[in-house]
């Protein structure tokens, strides 16, 4: 064999090693894309069904035949149940009652003593990889639909709800992981949001704004390292309800987590208990899917999977450290004077772990 055989034989083993690499780097940034779109447009769907059953008068979701039956006693069938749409007209047949609300839509300060149902539970408490709910921010472009989870496999569907966080809306820390590569990317231009910028979340509960909170250097993100789980915590000492997003930092990275605090504006809604089945995970910080395989997982955070466990500190206890170091984390800025109560943050973005002492586990120095 010549020595320009041996050349040439290695010479197309590289191009074809490079031409596989190519063809990887392109499923990755378009090809999960594709994948994603598909999906949401399913979770898109779905959560239309979910909100017109939010919208049907009380009842009528317990049994999917209950509108229909419904209808036809309407126009007068004999069943005996046709009185229910009849009871309600007066003398001119105007309509004298109106449905009574939801008891998932009532405000948490009025609703004490509400009883939910088995339907009201299951409406607002998704199954992991169902549809949620709706989130949209003008500043960045984004605007899609929320899968229930953070596993490697819900994050493959778009943004994904930290499971033993509340959910928007209600009173607490909730909590959304996103990619900012692969996938569609929604969290790609997550550190343009700016103090003040908007965040619209639709839920089966309602319609509720949030605000974008300024961190110490006077952006609206700081980065932290993986195991920061407090930013998940739910002691509420500074921003009672607050929304919190997560991602992976830098983009194409796992090596740290760039998070936004934003702060309720509207009034929270009551907070429906959860599923008796439903047991909180251990709070892990989501990872990005580098790999396309599920197997890359974020240094210290669990392969996002049993992430879905957002700090479950329902009990309000906060796992952050008590002095806020960073421990090494990026820069420990906490959303202090912004979301997390903590006192000072350094700036996540000088990968120098902050003297943040965040005081204040709240979304300061979260993960």
Not at 171 to 198: C, M, Q, S, V
Not at 333 to 341: I, K, T, V
Request: charged share 25%; with cysteine; net charge negative.
């Amino acid at each position: 064999m010549t020595l320009s055989r041996v050349l040439g034989g290695v010479g197309r083993t590289f191009i074809s090693m490079g031409l596989i690499l190519l063809l990887f780097v392109a499923y990755q940034l378009w090809g999960t894309g594709i994948q994603e779109a598909r999906a949401q447009s399913a979770l898109q769907d779905d959560f239309e069904e979910l909100l017109d059953a939010a919208a049907a008068p009380t009842g009528a979701d317990a049994d999917p035949t209950a509108a229909d039956s419904g209808s036809d006693n309407a126009d007068g069938s004999s069943d005996g149940t046709a009185e229910d749409s009849t009871d309600a007209d007066d003398g001119d047949g105007a309509a004298t009652d109106e449905p009574e609300p939801r008891a998932i839509t009532l405000p948490a300060d009025a609703a004490e003593d509400v009883q939910f149902t088995q339907s009201d539970i299951d409406l607002v408490w998704r199954p992991e990889g169902d549809a949620a709910f709706r989130i949209s921010i003008d500043r960045i472009g984004l605007a899609k639909t929320v899968v229930e989870g953070v596993s490697t496999d819900d994050l493959r569907k778009g943004p994904g709800h930290y499971p033993s966080t509340p959910l928007p809306g209600q009173p607490g820390n909730a909590a959304i992981a996103g990619h900012r590569t692969t996938y569609g990317a929604p969290f790609n231009r997550i550190d343009e949001l700016k103090p003040g910028d908007e965040i619209l979340i639709e839920t089966v509960q309602g319609v509720f704004t949030y605000k974008v909170v300024p961190q110490s250097d006077g952006t609206g993100h700081f980065v932290v390292s993986p195991d920061r789980v407090e930013v998940l915590s739910q002691d509420n000492a500074q921003y009672t309800n607050r929304l919190t997003l997560t991602a992976c930092h830098p983009k194409y990275s796992a090596a740290q987590r760039i998070i936004v605090v934003a702060e309720l504006v509207n009034e929270p809604v009551v907070a429906v208990p959860r599923p008796g089945s439903v047991e909180p995970a251990a709070p892990t910080l989501a990872s990005e899917d580098l790999a396309g395989d599920g197997a890359a997982e974020e240094d210290g955070a669990d392969g996002g999977s049993t992430d879905s466990g957002a700090d479950n500190a329902t009990d309000g206890e906060d796992t952050a450290p008590a002095d806020g170091g960073d421990d090494g984390a990026d820069d420990s800025d906490d959303p202090a004077a912004g979301a997390a109560g903590a006192a000072d943050g350094g700036d996540s973005g000088d990968g120098g772990a902050g003297d943040g002492s965040a005081s204040d586990p709240v979304g300061t120095d979260e993960v």
